[in-house]
């Protein structure tokens, strides 16, 4: 999984166990093609030339093993210190821990979500729980990565206005935001697109690890629209079968559990509304859901607001809520 236009070695590499590394990730390896070679005494015999990318195969460090490896570009030069074991899929995801990132409502704003990706490089799976258009002045970039990346995706209220042509039904001042930024986006945003965000579900189910995910936008039932907040997750979950139930829509992180089910909000990757200029998101790890959020370059979103073809007050507003220099800031 990578962001749009960019290849192997930006993008997400799988995890590793202890005492094992990725090929792609040992300084000497400079590109994905690997030559695995079988060591007898002092010779080494080609085993195999492995397009990691293109085979599924993943190329492991393995102290312990007799198969060691050279780069493509520099044929018959062992890599320093490299003894490798090549490994199918299914042996790989055996031996390790696997990582889900979970991520809502980036809302256009790809720096927000490309500092999220860089801190979280090492994942197997990604859960997107709605929203990756308006406010932000970059909904092109944002959609496509989440149309190549996400492997369980549900739309959001902001998701189905443009696709639908309809009314998001926001509240307060969002509501101007959004009329204006959605004006803009659907300018920007290709048939193909539209389609794509009409076709998104309103409601994912999925099994990882044993544990049974829930996920939509705005409510378990797969409501677009309500606002809840973590006192009235309960209520909701009547007769409903999951382990964690992923929700997103307001833009506030949080988890809560009641019984024998974990309600999670990651928060929003692009627009949180704390005003602290941080991208919040969660991961699913070691049977556990930890909540996180890391800074990142806000000042490059609230420049390409301000050149952006909206109204003064609306960059304002959305500059002040993302955190930047000159607005309310960080309470």
Request: charge should be negative; include cysteine.
């Amino acid at each position: 999984m990578h962001p749009p236009g960019e290849g192997v070695g930006r993008g997400f590499l799988p995890r590793h166990a202890a005492g094992v590394d990725f090929a792609l990730r040992i300084r000497a390896l400079r590109g994905p093609m690997f030559t695995a070679m079988k060591r007898s005494g002092n010779q080494l015999t080609p085993v195999g030339t492995i397009c990691i990318q293109l085979q599924g195969l993943f190329v492991l460090h393995h102290r312990s093993s007799c198969v060691t490896g050279v780069t493509s570009d520099g044929p018959g030069q062992e890599a320093p210190s490299t003894v490798v074991q090549v490994l199918g899929e299914q042996e790989v995801m055996a031996a390790r821990t696997a990582k889900l990132l979970i991520l809502s409502d980036i809302h256009g704003n790809w720096p927000a979500l490309e500092a999220v990706l860089a801190a979280e490089s090492e994942c197997d799976a990604v859960v997107f729980c709605g929203d990756v258009v308006d406010y932000g002045p970059q909904p092109v970039e944002c959609l496509r990565w989440v149309m190549q990346n996400a492997t369980y995706a549900v739309r959001g209220n902001h998701d189905n206005a443009i696709g639908f042509g309809v009314d998001c039904r926001c509240m307060g001042a969002f509501r101007e935001y959004s009329i204006a930024t959605r004006d803009w986006h659907r300018a920007l945003l290709s048939d193909q697109d539209r389609a794509f965000l009409r076709q998104m579900p309103v409601l994912e189910w999925f099994k990882w690890r044993g544990k049974h995910f829930r996920v939509a936008h705005a409510t378990p039932q797969g409501n677009l629209f309500e606002y809840l907040n973590m006192d009235q997750w309960g209520e909701r979950l009547a007769g409903l079968e999951s382990d964690f139930v992923l929700l997103g829509h307001t833009h506030l992180q949080g988890m809560r559990t009641f019984g024998e089910v974990a309600v999670v909000n990651p928060g929003s990757v692009g627009l949180a509304r704390d005003f602290c200029g941080e991208a919040c998101y969660a991961v699913f790890e070691e049977e556990q859901i930890l909540l996180r959020r890391i800074p990142y370059d806000v000042e490059q979103t609230a420049a390409a607001l301000r050149a952006a073809p909206l109204q003064r007050h609306v960059i304002d507003g959305l500059t002040a809520v993302l955190g930047a220099a000159g607005s309310s800031g960080c309470p």
